[in-house]
Nanobody, 122 residues
Framework: QVQLVESGGGLVQAGGSLRLSCAAA????????MGWFRQAPGKEREFVAT????????YYADSVKGRFTISRDNARNTGYLQMNSLKPEDTAVYYC???????????????WGQGTQVTVSS
């Protein structure tokens, strides 16, 4: 099993940047695909980005493509989400998650962190 802990959230002005980290405890982090999801108040949890086990393949939601970059360092058991050119509509709780399958649906991710708040002011 893998336990996930996010960090790096905060308050930033529109146009700014943040880097989220997802620290994984456990020896099998590299066995899982990793994904980032977000949930704004009153909205469903939505897909943001996912990365393959090796880190060689990534996929993004259209809303963040070109602004966000997902990456991972399996040697450090850590995943990242670099967020640039942030917009007020990016405000949400961001969650990292791990899955054994290729999926964009949060229902297919069985391991979740506790979430970190990202607030973008206009």
């Amino acid at each position: 099993q893998v336990q996930l802990v996010e960090s790096g959230g905060g308050l930033v002005q529109a146009g700014g940047s943040l880097r989220l980290s997802c620290a994984a405890a456990g020896r099998t982090f590299s066995n899982y695909r990793m994904g980032w999801f977000r949930q704004a108040p009153g909205k469903e949890r939505e897909f943001v980005a996912t990365i393959s086990r090796s880190g060689s393949s990534t996929y993004y939601a259209d809303s963040v493509k070109g602004r966000f970059t997902i990456s991972r360092d399996n040697a450090r058991n850590t995943g990242y989400l670099q967020m640039n050119s942030l917009k007020p509509e990016d405000t949400a709780v961001y969650y990292c998650a791990a899955s054994a399958t290729v999926s964009l649906s949060p229902h297919d991710y069985n391991l979740w962190g506790q979430g970190t708040q990202v607030t973008v002011s206009s």
